[in-house]
């Protein structure tokens, strides 16, 4: 099922564009609870498993293929059920994206969201109170929180960070037709490294009340 964009008034949205270790999931996550907005990440491949009646792993199968393999692919559902959802054998990338992102136009409408990754900026486009945030940081400081997550060397964090990073841009350019992180493709694009955390949670706050005129 398709869900149409019809947003209840007052809501609006923010989505979180970042580069690998900027935090800006972190980021993301303070701010939906400074804004007392609904946050949304990982959450999606349940919610969209739960809507679709496609099973949740096919939806992380596909997630994982994005970062290390060809756009386009099929997911192989051999066995899967209930074949009168998704009669074929076989469902597309594409149509995952799709899935996905019916949910989130279906979420963005019914409440205040936050939502991170996952071209939201893009399926959110017709939105009538919408912020896009780029979050990036600067490398070393990229390196060492990577390098802490993943207990990893340095040198493999960097390593890793240039290959998500690649296939990021991958993603939302085949998705979006739009350049990852480039200025023109959101509404405010911020260093995480310049404030910290914290305070880049307190400057974004501060753009979206000017933006929708919050009264916090």
Not at 22 to 33: D, Q, T
Not at 126 to 147: E, G, T, Y
């Amino acid at each position: 099922m398709v869900h149409k964009l019809s947003v209840m008034k007052g809501n609006y949205v923010i989505t979180i564009g970042r580069q690998l270790g900027s935090g800006g999931r972190e980021i993301g996550h303070k701010l939906a609870a400074r804004l007392n907005m609904l946050f949304f990440d990982k959450e999606l491949i349940r919610i969209a498993a739960q809507e679709s009646g496609i099973q949740e792993d096919i939806f992380e199968e596909a997630d994982e293929k994005r970062t290390h393999s060809l756009f386009g692919g099929l997911i192989d559902l051999r066995g899967f059920q209930p074949d009168e959802v998704y009669p074929n054998y076989y469902l597309s990338n594409e149509m995952l994206f799709k899935v996905q992102a019916d949910v989130i136009r279906r979420l963005a409408g019914e409440k205040s969201c936050l939502f991170v990754g996952r071209c939201s900026d893009y399926i959110l486009k017709d939105h009538p109170r919408c912020l896009n945030v780029f979050v990036s940081a600067d490398m070393s400081d990229r390196i060492r929180r990577v390098a802490a997550t993943h207990n990893i060397t340095e040198d493999k964090a960097e390593d890793f960070i240039q290959k998500i990073d690649k296939k990021r841009a991958e993603y939302y350019r085949y998705f979006s037709g739009k350049v990852w992180g480039a200025a023109p493709s959101y509404h405010l694009c911020v260093n995480s490294s310049a404030l910290g955390i914290d305070e880049t949670v307190s400057f974004i706050c501060g753009f979206a009340e000017k933006k929708f005129e919050l009264q916090l």
